[in-house]
């Protein structure tokens, strides 16, 4: 993929590769584990991505069938801070979109936060909606559900 005259591949990652960026991206708090991944993802159908240059990973989403079927829910995803403004979390959404569109899915969904304006905005610019929010914590810790139809 070339963006912007940034050039990247997208391609489908292990769980200790999710695991390397995820701990890359400041907005995550806490530490994360091998089996934070691979025990959500086991027994599901599931998509797994990187976004890579030169071997470097930069990025990373996924997601997997949600407990309503024709639902796919895009779970964890991030660019590191370096990277970002690249085009490279639009290419890794529109990836995933393809491939549940292919697998036959219908809509789409993620959650974030209030704390992260940024992420609602990137999913109004992708076509979701808001859909709920959820109270939980301080009003900076609402969940959002914004979903789309693909």
């Known amino acids: 993929m070339t963006t912007s005259n940034f050039t990247f591949k997208i391609r489908e990652a292990s769980p200790a590769e999710l695991l390397w960026v995820h701990e890359q991206i400041p907005e995550f708090p806490g530490k994360a584990s091998l089996d934070f991944y691979t025990e959500r993802l086991k027994h599901r159908l599931h998509l797994a991505l990187v976004a890579e240059k030169d071997g470097e990973l930069l990025g990373f ?7 309503t ?4 829910y895009s779970w964890m995803g991030g660019v590191r801070p370096e990277f970002r403004k690249q085009g490279i979390a639009d290419t890794l959404a529109e990836y995933q979109e393809n491939w549940a569109r292919e697998k036959g899915f219908k809509s789409i969904y993620f959650k974030t936060r209030n704390r992260f304006p940024a992420m609602i905005t990137f999913g109004l610019s992708r076509g979701f909606k808001i859909m709920e929010v959820i ?16």
């Open 61 to 67: 989403k996924v997601g997997y069938q949600s407990d």
């Open 69 to 72: 079927p024709d639902s796919f």
């Open 135 to 150: 109270p939980k914590g301080g009003v900076e810790d609402y969940r959002v559900v914004m979903w789309k139809e693909l």
